[in-house]
């Protein structure tokens, strides 16, 4: 972006890096600008004409249409009464007499006879209109857009006067005023030749169109002044008036050169000023990089990972903001040219485990989470969309964290269960009390649609497969049931219901054993656990053998990675239990801790290692991470909370334990949290000056 570009320059949000601007930039426009506007001022003012007070040849023309200019110049000139025309008359030579003469019969007539003053910069014979499209103004050429209406008459009558004879003025020297316009001009990337005051206009006009925008109103109409003067295209444009949605404010032309940035334009002055600095207030979202000094004035400091701003010609450099959200700290601004310090680069954060790396869209109203056998998928389940989301986790993948593909199931789905070779899920229909067979076997020409329909009891909720891939457990909610499916290929039963387990008060979750002997059922109607037992091999199989009262609502159930442990997600007491599961121990199948967790806790899940615990809190809109790790000093205590997004009730943990999934039911998306954030690197700080 443009360094003088101060207005329009809007906070700038850090993204893959940022843009420098070479120092000889700073001084080759900035510089430009300023001796542009001091030499083409001074040009401004020095004398164009005077007049002749010794008769001899003074007009640079002998044509008619040098007789006119000068006819109208010197009635403009005594009308204005200028002690700069001496009012003589006189001869004058040969090339002069044509001009006297002019000048003569217009005096004579002046009272009948009307003139128009020609828009000339000087005394040169111009053409009375400009060409299509272009005005002149002092000289240069100006697009059109930037010129008032055109004039086509602006009438003045001449008064009787003796008028002088003009000459010009003495040339200049050669290379003086016309060689500092060309060089000027090519600085600003103009061509030469023209006159410095050029630039100027040039100047005039572009504040002039900053305050009241390019393309805001009308041009005001041309008029007699007192003097009886037509407008001239420069006051014409002076006198542009504002559009409806523009406002005049005192000093903002005064701004461009000199002042200080501000949140809303964070660059300073062209002139002088420091860039501003943000802070929390000012940057509540993303990184922003401090504002960028004047030609004297010091860089603003960046905030949360944004740079600090650079010094132009004399002063420091901001500092690089340090890493609050984000991983690295910003780099620090460079000092001045001449002399400054740079800026101190940015922070770098600290190892911060557990923060949310991305949210992504899913289905209405996502419910569960089920992790693929290869862990490279995670399966959501949308509750008001009767689909499933395939949202592929593989972070090697070019469609990683993206879904995949949505799959049309049963009416309410809630939950589903993989099997562990990767071909199949199996996913419950509350509202159709069935369960459909998706295929999700990538070689298959069936690949991610439903292949089939299983019925079962009423309103099943949870969903398992057992650890040999040979049989499915639901749990059938307004049956107070479990119903046990074949889903052995090789079976004869294949994909039938093979057994009903009664259990407790509306069974709404269940988890099984890495072992596969036991499955465990939270009756959310009776505040309690049903134990199944699911070994084939067993006297007892698929009958309960046990019921533990956990005193409150169990949600949400599950094992920990070596199977003696049980935790249950409690929705009223806002707490999970901790059940010893180990058959060898004397407290086994009894609840040994409660831990207090967020508000309403719906499913949990246990860390690939066993050391933590992962519960969602349905109004707490956050993630409770439970210490569940005998050795650690921090035992059956929560460590860390972990705010997602709205009313979240499924969580899944890849095999890695790197990253939690998180539906968010009531934002129809699921939250990423990362387990391990390395520490971020720290900004680099800036260059000094030369001194």
């Given at each position: 972006?443009?360094?003088?570009?101060?207005?329009?320059?809007?906070?700038?949000?850090?993204?893959?890096?940022s843009?420098?601007?070479?120092?000889a930039?700073?001084?080759?426009?900035?510089?430009?600008?300023?001796?542009?506007?001091g030499?083409?001022?001074a040009?401004?003012?020095m004398?164009?004409a005077?007049?002749?007070?010794?008769?001899?040849?003074?007009?640079?023309?002998?044509?008619?249409?040098?007789?006119?200019?000068?006819?109208?110049?010197a009635?403009?000139?005594?009308?204005r009464?200028?002690?700069?025309?001496?009012?003589?008359s006189?001869?004058?030579?040969s090339?002069?007499a044509?001009?006297a003469?002019?000048?003569?019969?217009?005096s004579?007539?002046?009272?009948?006879?009307?003139?128009?003053?020609?828009a000339?910069?000087d005394?040169?014979?111009?053409?009375?209109?400009?060409?299509?499209?272009?005005g002149?103004?002092?000289?240069?050429?100006?697009?059109?857009?930037?010129?008032?209406?055109?004039?086509?008459?602006?009438?003045?009558?001449?008064?009787?006067?003796?008028?002088?004879?003009?000459?010009?003025?003495p040339?200049?020297?050669a290379?003086?005023?016309?060689?500092v316009?060309s060089?000027?001009?090519?600085?600003?990337?103009?061509?030469?030749?023209?006159?410095?005051?050029?630039?100027?206009?040039?100047a005039?006009?572009?504040s002039?169109r900053?305050e009241?925008?390019?393309a805001?109103?009308t041009?005001?109409?041309?008029?007699?002044?007192?003097s009886?003067?037509?407008?001239?295209?420069?006051?014409?444009?002076?006198?542009?008036?504002?559009g409806?949605?523009?406002?005049?404010?005192?000093?903002?032309?005064?701004?461009?050169?000199?002042?200080?940035?501000?949140?809303?334009?964070?660059n300073?002055g062209?002139?002088?000023?420091?860039g501003?600095?943000?802070?929390?207030?000012?940057?509540?979202t993303?990184?922003?990089?401090?504002?960028?000094?004047?030609?004297?004035?010091?860089?603003?400091?960046?905030?949360?990972?944004g740079?600090?701003?650079?010094?132009?010609?004399?002063?420091?450099g901001?500092?690089?903001g340090?890493?609050i959200t984000?991983?690295?700290g910003?780099?620090?601004?460079?000092?001045?040219?001449?002399a400054g310090?740079?800026?101190?680069?940015?922070?770098?954060?600290?190892s911060?485990?557990?923060?949310?790396?991305?949210?992504?869209?899913?289905?209405?109203?996502?419910?569960?989470?089920?992790?693929?056998?290869?862990?490279?998928?995670?399966?959501?389940?949308?509750?008001?969309?009767?689909?499933v989301?395939v949202?592929?986790?593989?972070?090697t993948?070019?469609?990683?964290?993206?879904?995949?593909?949505?799959i049309?199931?049963?009416?309410n789905?809630?939950?589903?269960?993989?099997?562990?070779?990767?071909?199949?899920?199996?996913?419950?229909?509350?509202?159709?009390?069935s369960?459909s067979l998706?295929?999700v076997?990538?070689?298959?020409?069936?690949?991610?649609?439903?292949?089939?329909t299983i019925?079962?009891?009423?309103e099943?909720?949870?969903?398992?497969?057992?650890p040999?891939g040979?049989?499915?457990?639901t749990?059938d909610?307004?049956g107070?049931?479990?119903?046990?499916?074949?889903?052995?290929?090789?079976?004869?039963?294949?994909?039938?219901?093979?057994?009903t387990?009664?259990?407790g008060?509306?069974?709404?979750a269940l988890?099984?054993s890495?072992?596969?002997s036991?499955?465990?059922?939270?009756?959310t109607?009776?505040?309690s656990?049903?134990?199944?037992?699911?070994?084939?091999?067993?006297?007892?199989?698929?009958?309960v053998?046990?019921?533990?009262?956990t005193?409150t609502d169990?949600?949400?159930?599950?094992f920990s990675?070596?199977?003696?442990?049980?935790?249950?997600?409690?929705?009223n007491?806002?707490?999970?239990?901790?059940?010893?599961?180990d058959?060898?121990?004397?407290?086994?199948?009894?609840?040994?801790?409660?831990?207090?967790?967020g508000?309403?806790?719906?499913?949990?899940?246990?860390?690939?290692?066993?050391?933590?615990?992962y519960?969602?809190?349905?109004e707490?809109d956050?993630?409770?991470?439970v210490?569940?790790d005998?050795?650690?000093?921090?035992y059956?205590?929560?460590?860390?909370?972990?705010a997602?997004?709205a009313?979240?009730i499924?969580?899944?943990?890849s095999?890695d334990g790197?990253?939690?999934?998180?539906?968010?039911?009531?934002?129809?998306?699921?939250?990423v949290?990362?387990?391990?954030?390395?520490?971020?690197?720290?900004?680099?700080?800036?260059?000094?000056?030369?001194?």
């Amino acid at each position: 972006m443009d360094s003088f570009d101060t207005t329009s320059h809007a906070r700038g949000h850090r993204a893959n890096g940022s843009t420098t601007t070479s120092y000889a930039g700073y001084v080759g426009r900035v510089g430009a600008l300023a001796v542009a506007l001091g030499v083409g001022a001074a040009v401004a003012s020095m004398p164009v004409a005077f007049a002749d007070t010794t008769g001899s040849a003074g007009s640079r023309g002998s044509s008619s249409a040098d007789s006119s200019a000068v006819s109208s110049a010197a009635a403009k000139v005594s009308s204005r009464g200028t002690s700069r025309v001496r009012g003589t008359s006189g001869g004058g030579s040969s090339r002069g007499a044509g001009s006297a003469a002019s000048v003569g019969a217009s005096s004579s007539s002046a009272k009948n006879q009307r003139r128009m003053l020609p828009a000339a910069r000087d005394l040169n014979p111009v053409a009375a209109s400009p060409i299509d499209g272009v005005g002149v103004i002092a000289g240069s050429v100006v697009p059109s857009s930037l010129t008032p209406s055109p004039v086509s008459s602006v009438e003045w009558e001449a008064p009787a006067v003796t008028a002088p004879v003009l000459r010009s003025a003495p040339r200049a020297a050669a290379g003086s005023v016309d060689a500092v316009g060309s060089r000027v001009l090519a600085w600003l990337g103009g061509g030469g030749g023209d006159s410095a005051t050029g630039p100027l206009g040039w100047a005039v006009l572009a504040s002039a169109r900053r305050e009241f925008g390019a393309a805001a109103g009308t041009v005001a109409p041309a008029a007699v002044v007192s003097s009886g003067e037509p407008v001239t295209p420069l006051a014409a444009a002076a006198l542009r008036a504002p559009g409806a949605s523009a406002t005049w404010q005192p000093g903002s032309i005064l701004r461009i050169f000199v002042g200080n940035g501000t949140a809303k334009n964070p660059n300073a002055g062209i002139l002088l000023g420091n860039g501003f600095s943000y802070d929390a207030t000012t940057c509540p979202t993303g990184s922003c990089d401090g504002g960028e000094a004047g030609l004297l004035g010091n860089g603003g400091n960046g905030y949360n990972g944004g740079s600090g701003g650079s010094a132009r010609w004399l002063g420091h450099g901001g500092n690089g903001g340090d890493a609050i959200t984000v991983a690295d700290g910003g780099d620090g601004g460079r000092g001045g040219l001449f002399a400054g310090y740079g800026g101190d680069g940015g922070a770098g954060a600290d190892s911060a485990p557990y923060a949310v790396s991305a949210t992504i869209a899913v289905g209405d109203a996502p419910r569960r989470v089920t992790i693929s056998a290869d862990g490279t998928a995670a399966y959501i389940t949308n509750y008001g969309g009767a689909s499933v989301s395939v949202l592929d986790i593989d972070p090697t993948s070019a469609t990683y964290n993206t879904v995949t593909a949505t799959i049309a199931v049963g009416i309410n789905p809630v939950d589903s269960g993989a099997t562990p070779d990767g071909t199949r899920l199996y996913v419950t229909n509350s509202g159709a009390d069935s369960l459909s067979l998706v295929d999700v076997d990538p070689a298959s020409a069936t690949y991610d649609t439903v292949i089939g329909t299983i019925g079962v009891g009423s309103e099943p909720r949870g969903v398992v497969v057992t650890p040999d891939g040979t049989r499915a457990y639901t749990a059938d909610s307004g049956g107070e049931s479990l119903s046990v499916i074949d889903i052995d290929p090789a079976s004869a039963d294949y994909n039938t219901v093979i057994a009903t387990v009664s259990v407790g008060l509306k069974p709404w979750a269940l988890t099984v054993s890495p072992d596969g002997s036991r499955i465990y059922t939270g009756n959310t109607g009776d505040k309690s656990l049903s134990v199944i037992d699911t070994d084939p091999a067993s006297a007892t199989y698929n009958t309960v053998i046990d019921t533990i009262s956990t005193a409150t609502d169990p949600w949400g159930v599950a094992f920990s990675p070596g199977g003696t442990r049980v935790y249950t997600a409690n929705f009223n007491d806002s707490s999970m239990s901790v059940i010893d599961a180990d058959p060898a121990s004397a407290t086994y199948n009894t609840v040994i801790a409660t831990i207090a967790v967020g508000e309403a806790p719906r499913v949990l899940v246990a860390s690939p290692t066993g050391a933590q615990v992962y519960v969602t809190n349905s109004e707490g809109d956050s993630v409770s991470v439970v210490d569940v790790d005998p050795a650690s000093a921090t035992y059956n205590t929560v460590i860390a909370t972990v705010a997602v997004g709205a009313q979240p009730i499924g969580v899944g943990v890849s095999l890695d334990g790197t990253h939690i999934y998180v539906t968010n039911f009531a934002g129809d998306s699921v939250s990423v949290i990362d387990t391990v954030n390395p520490a971020g690197n720290g900004g680099n700080g800036g260059n000094a000056g030369a001194l």
